[in-house]
Each structure stands twice: as structure tokens, then as C-alpha cells.
């Protein structure tokens, strides 16, 4: 889960709830610093920190912060070579602190302050200063450069504060409302992205079909104008009709995005391109190449090349030309 989620969970909460954060992290552990979850006072739980033992036990911790109303620091401790306990069943040998906090007064206050400002497409940054220990904690919330804030970290631990920024969810576009778009977009929304699926077909480009993304229509050329691409947006090209691809891939090659990969064979995707420079953010064949077969496992391998470059892993690499340059026939990514 997002941090987005966790802002949204904050603003639906109709009980009283405890924030918990992972602000320090030494060694391997199953999430690492930044990672949030809300727990709500009647046990239910908004995303995660670990693969559930760690959940069970924080929940005790509710009763305790709600009563006292001041943030608690606990610390799970899996590095000692006899614990067969934590570590074993996390699957991890580090040490995790996490902060708990209770969702109320300035705190309340800010993360819905920071949510309004994020459906706004604007970046914002939470800072949280410790006093003495961690029951006293003042805050403070600030907006953030966009661009400046792009190649930064979302969160930074220093001697006596904790920074977070919460950041819009990176868009997805999708083009190309075809049958095999489904399980994409819906992946896609499960990965933390704003989806947008855009077509020039109605009848296609519905609600029903595609649940929970948004949806544009019109044709390419105008739909680059309605999109209003940003730089940080990504772009899917599968609508399998190579005149509308093209159309569509020569008007958004004059934006400058995160992402653009195009569905389809090398030859086809270069075509497409008809004799335009390639930038960097232009991939092709689209996804990873790990020998999908089908709409569903097409779309784990684009989302996980997505979330390569969301988390920067592949940002300044490229697969060998022994394996990239092969021209693959049919619609499938590889």
C-alpha cells in the first residue's frame, strides 16, 4: 500500500487510529524505511510492515497509544544469531523501529492538509522533530518543488527528526482500451498507480470494463492535448491498430515523460517511431522480459518493468543487446 493510501484511509477513518511508520531500518528487512500502516481501534488494519507477525503484535501497542495519546517508539530486534523467533518467521535478520502515533489533533490536522494538497498534484513534506526521546514531537508540514523533489528520497531519518514527502500517485496511461488492458489497469491500481485508460472507442472505454481508472476518450492526436502529459507520467501504447499508434506515439514523443513503452514487436515499435529519435524513457519490446504468455502475464511483466523505474532500479540500464534485440513477432510484449 501506498503512502496515498494510507492519506486516503486517514480521511475515510471514522474511528480513532494509530499511524505506524518504520523509521529506521539496519539490515535486511521485509519493508524498508518509509513504510506506513494505519491501526484502527477496532483491530483493522490499513497496509503492512512485515508479512503479518509483526501486525498482531503492534495492535496490542493500540490501547496503550490512544490512552496516553503520546507517540511510542518499538523496536523488533532480528539480528542475534539464537533468535529463532522474529527473524525466522519474517524471513529477515535486521532491526526495525517503528514509530506509533495517534491520528489526532496537529497530526490529524497535517496529514489531511498534505492529502488535499496531494489530489492537487502538488508535493508535500512532513517533518517530525524530537524533543526528548519520542513521546514529544512537533511538526511541521511545507510544500516541495515537484521537480526537485522527483530525484529525491520520499524519506530521510536524521539525528532528531524524521522527513517524509508525500507525493501524487504516478500516472499510468493506457492506450488502447482492448481486452488485454483489463488485467493491466487493474494491476496497475493494485501497484499504487493513478490509472488513466484512454481510446477513441466509447463503447470500450467504459467504467464496467475498467473499475477504479479513469477514462478518456477521444482520438490520439487530441487525446495527448486532454491527457495534458506530465513529466512524470507513463505511458503503455497497446492498442494493437498501428495507425492510431502511431498517431499516438508521434504526438506524445513531443512531451517529455517517465515512461513510454510500446507494445509489440522491435520492427513494429520502430516503425511507429518512423525515423524520430528514441529518448531514453522510450522502451521496446514493452516489459520485462521474462517469457509471458497471455494478457495476464503481459501485464506482470509491464508492471513490474513500471515499478523497476518507479523504484529507479533500472533507470541507467538496458538488457543486453543479445536479448533486446531480438525481433519477436505478435502483440506480445516479448
Partial sequence: MEAYDILQAVEDCAQSAVLATVIHVEGHAYRKQGAMMLLLSDGGLYGSISPGCLEADLSGYVSLVEVSQKPQMVEYDMRPADDFGWGETIGCGGLIRILLEPVTGELLVHLLTAKAAVDRG???????????????????????????????????????????????????????????????????????????????????CTQERFPGAETAVAFPGELVKKLRLAADDYVVVMSHQFDKDAEFVQAVLKSSLRYLGIMGSRSRSERLLDGAERPKWVHYPVGLNIGSEGPIENAISIIAELISIKRGVRADEEWSSSVRSGDIQGCRPW
Fill in 122 to 204: 502538488e508535493v508535500m513534506r512532513l517533518t517530525r522533530s524530537f524533543a526528548e526521546g519520542y513521546s514529544d514531537i512537533q511538526y511541521y508540514l511545507s510544500g516541495v518543488d515537484k521537480e526537485a523533489s522527483s530525484s529525491s528520497s520520499d524519506c530521510q531519518s536524521l539525528s532528531n527528526a524524521y522527513v517524509y514527502t508525500f507525493k501524487p500517485k504516478p500516472r499510468v496511461i493506457v492506450f488502447g482500451a482492448n481486452q488485454d488492458a483489463i488485467p493491466l489497469a487493474g494491476l496497475a491500481i493494485s501497484s499504487g498507480f493513478r490509472v488513466v485508460v484512454a481510446d477513441w472507442r466509447d463503447a470500450y
